[in-house]
Nanobody, 119 residues
Framework: QVQLVEFGGGLVQTGGSLRLSCLASGDTFSKYAMGWFRQPPGEPREQIASISWKGNTLYLADSVKGRFTISRDNAKNTVSLQMNNLKPEDTAVYYC????????????YGQGTRVTVSS
């Protein structure tokens, strides 16, 4: 099974940018569709982005569309989330996830990385 580790969280001011990365290991990365979830304080986890194994099919939640971009590099076993124009409501723990079928439930999650956006 695949193991996932996220990098790149931190503290940023409103309007700033951060790039999260997720490194996969333990299995063939290119057989997985990948996604990003987030869990704001006191709220349930929500899916905000996903990308097919080829990278040609994307999903972005309305709350991040136009500000966040998901991409992947199968040669480096990484999936990234570029976050621009960050808002305080983007404050959350961000999780990388993997599934063998795009559009289906995700089976594997990383440990999460915290993003805090100050106003």
């Amino acid at each position: 099974q695949v193991q996932l580790v996220e990098f790149g969280g931190g503290l940023v001011q409103t309007g700033g940018s951060l790039r999260l990365s997720c490194l996969a290991s333990g299995d063939t990365f290119s057989k997985y569709a990948m996604g990003w979830f987030r869990q704001p304080p006191g709220e349930p986890r929500e899916q905000i982005a996903s990308i097919s194994w080829k990278g040609n099919t994307l999903y972005l939640a309305d709350s991040v569309k136009g500000r966040f971009t998901i991409s992947r590099d199968n040669a480096k076993n990484t999936v990234s989330l570029q976050m621009n124009n960050l808002k305080p409501e983007d404050t959350a723990v961000y999780y990388c996830a993997a599934t063998e079928v795009f559009g289906y439930e995700f089976d594997y999650y990383g440990q999460g990385t915290r993003v805090t956006v100050s106003s």
